[in-house]
């Protein structure tokens, strides 16, 4: 089945320890979305590739990194994660003529010690 | 600013009655309004979109650009709709998904 792949499911990392989480997709989209989302809170763009344009929100900490290598994978880097980087971190695609329909991977929780 | 509120975290409802699960909003322009689900150990995956007005697993919503809502509606829930709703918008950048805090739908049997 064509879907989003993200790993690893789990990640705990320590204090200050950079970490990076992946994401794969096999739905050839040419848009790829990474979000954070808090406990009890609305997913937050953090940012997003469309095509190989990289989009970063305003109010994404410079900590926060991306890189997509190529169609299909999509990397989020923390450069060094704090305590309130905590969250899940979801993954998502879409393409270009029907942004709004958003696939979404099945998250990586993070936790940082 | 652009916002999206869901004023319910926890709803919860009989096998058969109607639900209804609210969405306000705040934009200032023309907004594109859907509501996404994710049921458990699910993806969040898109429900329906207002532009569509069409009625998904029974689920219809009406855009009230005058109350500035979007509720979700079903005249009588079934066990399998239990799930986490997020309502979301789009504006003028179209990729990006401004989401409600979520409401989560338990129907009781």
């Known amino acids: 089945d064509a879907m989003v792949i993200q790993n690893p499911r789990y990640q705990v990392t320590q204090f200050g320890k950079p970490v990076t989480l992946s994401c794969s997709q096999t739905l050839n989209h040419n848009v790829m979305y990474w979000y954070q989302q808090k406990s009890s809170q609305a997913p937050k763009l953090l940012f997003h590739?469309?095509?190989?344009?990289?989009?970063n929100e305003a109010d994404t900490p410079d900590n926060f990194q991306s890189r997509r290598p190529n169609t299909s994978f999509c990397f989020l880097d923390i450069r060094s994660p704090g305590l309130g980087d905590a969250a899940m971190y979801l993954c998502a695609t879409s393409s270009s003529g029907r942004l709004y329909e958003q696939y979404f991977g099945p998250g990586t929780r993070l936790t940082v010690t | 600013a652009q916002r999206v509120t869901q004023p319910e975290k926890l709803l919860s409802v009989f096998k058969g009655a109607p639900v209804e699960l609210k969405c306000n909003y705040s934009?200032?322009?023309?907004?594109?309004l859907f509501w996404y689900v994710q049921y458990s150990r699910q993806r969040l995956q898109l429900l329906l979109r207002?532009?569509s007005r069409e009625s998904i697993k029974g689920f219809t919503a009406d855009l009230n650009k005058g109350e500035t809502s979007f509720h979700l509606k079903k005249p009588f829930a079934q066990e399998e709709d239990s799930a986490m709703y997020y309502c979301a918008l789009t504006g003028d950048s179209s990729y990006k998904l401004i989401f409600g805090s979520g409401t989560r739908l338990l129907v009781r049997p």
């Open positions: 590739y469309y095509d190989k344009d990289f989009n």
């Open positions: 934009y200032s322009g023309s907004p594109e």
């Open positions: 207002h532009i």
